[in-house]
């Protein structure tokens, strides 16, 4: 069975920094492409970043220079660094692992950015 826990949400003050942390069983996972999705009230779901089995990286412009995703093999987790977060990053983060045509999601957590 497949499982990708996501961790690390909460409530930060503009400006300020959280880590997600995203652990996943069931596959393996060095071969799949990870990555991280968010979905604000009442939009589409987006990607916010990917990293390949072979570390190569991707990022939507609005969180270029900001965020960073990274991932650790032997603890079969991936992480997204989120500094400098904005009011607009507010949304539920979705973990996703995909490999070929199968994509398996995470159950999402909540980052809420607000003074």
């Known amino acids: 069975q497949v499982q990708l826990v996501e961790s690390g949400g909460g409530l930060v003050q503009p400006g300020g920094s959280l880590r997600l942390s995203c652990a996943a069983s069931?596959?393996?996972?060095?071969?799949?492409?990870m990555g991280w999705y968010r979905q604000a009230p009442g939009k589409q779901r987006n990607l916010v970043a990917t990293i390949t089995s072979g570390y190569s990286t991707n990022y939507a412009d609005s969180v270029k220079g900001r965020f960073t995703i990274s991932r650790d093999n032997a603890k079969n987790t991936v992480y997204l660094q989120m500094n400098s977060l904005k009011p607009e990053d507010t949304a539920i983060y979705y973990c996703?692992?995909?490999?070929?045509?199968?994509?398996?999601w995470g159950q999402g957590t909540q980052v809420t950015v607000s003074s």
């Open positions: 069931g596959i393996s996972f060095s071969i799949y492409t």
């Open positions: 996703m692992a995909r490999i070929a045509a199968t994509t398996y």
